[in-house]
RNA sequence: GGAGAGAUGGCAGAGUGGUCGAAUGCGCACGCUUGGAAAGCGUGUAAGGUGUCAAAGCCUUCGAGGGUUCGAAUCCCUCUCUCUCCGCCA
């Protein structure tokens, strides 16, 4: 959510701001509301105060065994005024939340401009692509009943949904503690597990209510529980509506769940394989920090993400999104692509965002200042590290042989306690 | 799923219709005291909104929503959550 004092007072500011990622900011509609709010509320304070004072006048006279009933009579009418006002008012403040809570974040100064993906900024490269001396395959050839049984989850469930079996299980398994221990041990993270259903406020917390409900599973017969998207929902809320000692900070933490998506709008986008599906499983990083270093925070947590990439030995480049391709509650995203031999392109493995303090309002997630003892809002930042089934494809993509079989980075065999596998 | 009890400030815990945003204790902050500390003493200490250079002031909030009343933490209704017992269960 945006400050309503920055909404009131630098409102064209705000529409430039907003106009960069092309939403347009209703200024006439924010102003008319504004002023007849204002209008409204000052009204009905007076109007409440009176009563206040009439109604302890009340209480005295009754006390002394005086007549009250003129005043009585007065407080009723106020009473009845005061009602009505309320209403409408009431009515009004419900408009302007429903207003404030659609417009996404103001973007960063040095977020790129541009119109969609294509228009992204790429940041470096790192690590180069394998050049193969066969004709690599996908990754779905690869694994193909030898472990992604795409058919299974078909049956089970419907379409873009998978079964994992032996080996790659077993991938995906490891792959999955090498992140986590990577995370708690080399970068300070402290691990959590929650819950993978998130109510409605959870939801408007993070940004992905009210605006984007069709891209979520909405749990039926429960009025306000959704599958969670990602673990950015259940994680950053358990900030909501806390008030954090300044030691705690920064906080860093990390946790894997399942994410569902409903993928509405993705129609005959990556229908292949393993790349775009109702349920997938990530490892989440997930910051909060004081105003001042959210910033370096976004950097520090880029870099755990890319840690993950480099320590699998994986090529992949870092985006900065643009303008137009930044998602809603985000001031500035990078995003990490990873090298996809059967697509010869990179692909989004990793999404990290600063989101300031447009999360931390939505869901009043504060910090104590020692400094001058002011309670303020945390800035929230969060990124994969990283998607558990890309990474998936990627290893058997990269690492694949001509023989069939897929050799593991030194990092993982550990982990997998084999250095090959469907050999 | 059945029966009962409860939800008050950072925490504990009073408060059953009026000057209660709320006693008291703990915690925390500052000051006094001290060689220094502890103890002791004193003062202060909820959030949000509005307002202001800053403040004062004013409004709202005692789980959430609705109702009764001139007036609700307190009475009534609905919901949510917590605890205890029973049942079931990993």
Known sequence: MLDPKKLRKETSEVALNLSRRGFNFDQ???????????????????????????????????????????????????????????????DLLEDINQFVLSLP????????????????????????????????????????????????GVKITGSRFKVLKNEI????????????????????????????????????????????????FKIDGESNFYLTSTAEVPVTNLLRDEILESETLPLKYVCHTPCFRSEAGSYGKDTRGIMRLHQFEKVELVQAVESSDSEEALEELTGHAEAILQKL???????????????????KTY??????????????????????????????????????????????????GLALSRTVLAILENYQESDGSVTIPDILRNYLGKDKILN
């Open 28 to 90: 006439n509609t924010w102003n008319d509301l504004e002023s007849e709010r204002k209008e409204l509320q000052g009204s009905n304070e007076v109007q409440q105060s009176k009563l206040n004072d009439i109604s302890k006048e009340i209480g005295l006279a009754v006390k002394e065994g005086k007549d009250a009933t003129q005043l009585k009579e007065q407080a009723s009418e106020l009473t009845a005024l005061i009602k009505t006002q309320s209403k409408t008012l009431d």
């Open 105 to 152: 974040n103001l973007i960063d100064e040095d977020v790129p401009d541009g119109k969609n993906e294509d228009e992204n900024l790429e940041i470096i490269s790192v690590g180069s692509p394998r050049q193969f001396n066969f004709s690599p395959k996908d990754h779905l050839e690869i694994g193909d009943n030898r472990g992604i049984d795409m058919e299974a």
């Open 169 to 216: 299980a077993q991938l995906q398994r490891a792959l999955l503690n090498f992140m986590l221990d990577t995370h708690i041990k080399d970068h300070g993270y402290e691990e959590v597990y929650v819950p993978y259903i998130v109510n409605k406020d959870s939801l408007i917390g993070t940004g992905q209510l009210p605006k984007f409900e069709e891209d979520l």
């Open 313 to 331: 030995e994986l090529p992949y480049r870092k985006v900065s999104l643009c303008s137009g391709d930044i998602g809603f509650s985000a001031a």
């Open 335 to 384: 995003d990490l692509e990873v090298w996809v031999p059967s697509q010869d392109a990179y692909r989004e493995i990793s999404s990290c965002s600063n989101f300031r303090d447009f999360q931390a309002r939505r869901m009043k997630a504060r910090w104590k200042n020692p400094s001058n003892n002011k309670i303020e809002l945390l800035n929230t930042i969060n990124g994969s």
